[in-house]
């Protein structure tokens, strides 16, 4: 019977095809980890897991089998973004690449990493103080070595998003949170058409620890009001979520405020369909 088992195998793989699979997307990780978990990750787990595994479907795996673990299989679906990391055998890899490239282009690539996976020239340079010249030269090594491509004429992107997360995550949190701060001021006083409000509000968010409490909360609710405009319900809830998060923060005497943003977050929810959250 082995000996039978191993001829159809044979025959089978002979007329078989290798289909390239490119990465994941949020969508297609929040489905696997749903097969995988019994559970669907909201929209704000389900980047993070896509960002922390590259999309590549043996890390989501990885990742949802280390959160189960850490937290429980029961408290998956609770679990906030921030609980999410690159798994350890990916992480050490990706480290020793990077640690092969110069110290200036490292020191770049982790400002880049903090803008996201993919970033404006433009404002890379003037977060990191550099003429374009020099900044094409210090990332040029990243660029040789594949860890960085030319997206367009004014963006690069990370070649791999696990590149980003371990520059990110290898920051000392006071550096990354004054990082995103600088990076939330000078994206609101862009003049050339290009602000994009939930790109703004991430960057308050991540910079809360920093103070201005109330301005995180303005940019959050913005920017789950712009995206109800656009119907992106998903996107709308992390926004109004990270405003009441803000507002609690804030430990201002507003219980009104409170209750509007309570009430804009749970509307957000209903409407992406997640009625469990909103009750």
């Known amino acids: 019977l082995e000996a039978v088992g191993k001829m159809m195998a044979t025959q089978l793989l002979r007329h078989a095809q290798t289909v390239a699979l490119g990465p994941f ?7 696997l980890v749903e097969t995988a978990s019994g559970r669907r990750p909201n929209a704000g787990l389900a980047e993070a897991i896509r960002r922390a595994s590259g ?6 795996q990885e990742v949802v089998r280390t959160l189960e673990l850490e937290h429980g299989a029961n408290k998956f679906d609770a679990l906030p973004p921030g609980a999410v990391r690159v798994p350890d055998l990916a992480r050490d890899l990706l480290r020793e690449r990077v640690r092969r490239l110069p110290a200036r282009t490292i020191e770049v690539l982790s400002h880049a990493a903090v803008l ?8 890379l340079a003037a977060r990191v103080e550099l003429e374009p010249d020099g900044l094409l030269e210090h990332l040029e090594p990243a660029t040789h070595d594949g860890q960085l491509e030319v997206e367009g004429p004014h963006t690069y992107r990370f070649a791999h998003s696990m590149f980003q997360s371990v520059l990110y995550d290898d920051l000392p949190p006071r550096q990354r949170v004054a990082i995103h701060r600088k990076a939330a001021i000078l994206l609101e006083a862009r003049i050339d058409g290009t602000r994009r409000g939930g790109e ?8 809360l620890p920093a103070g201005r409490h109330s301005d995180v909360m303005q940019k959050a609710r913005a920017a789950g009001e712009e995206a109800n405009r656009l119907f992106a319900f998903e996107d709308a809830a992390l926004y109004f979520g990270w405003a009441v998060e803000a507002h609690v923060f804030a430990g201002e005497s507003d219980p009104r405020g409170h209750t509007e943003l309570l009430l804009s977050l749970a509307k957000a929810q209903r409407s992406a369909g997640r009625t469990a959250d909103a009750d």
Do not use: K
Not at 55 to 60: A, E, K, N, T, Y
Not at 116 to 123: R, T
């Open 55 to 60: 999309g590549v479907p043996l890390f989501v």
């Open 200 to 207: 703004i509000a991430r960057h308050y968010y991540l910079s």
């Open 116 to 123: 996201g996976e993919h970033f404006d020239l433009a404002l």
């Open 25 to 31: 997307d949020r969508d297609d990780v929040a489905a």
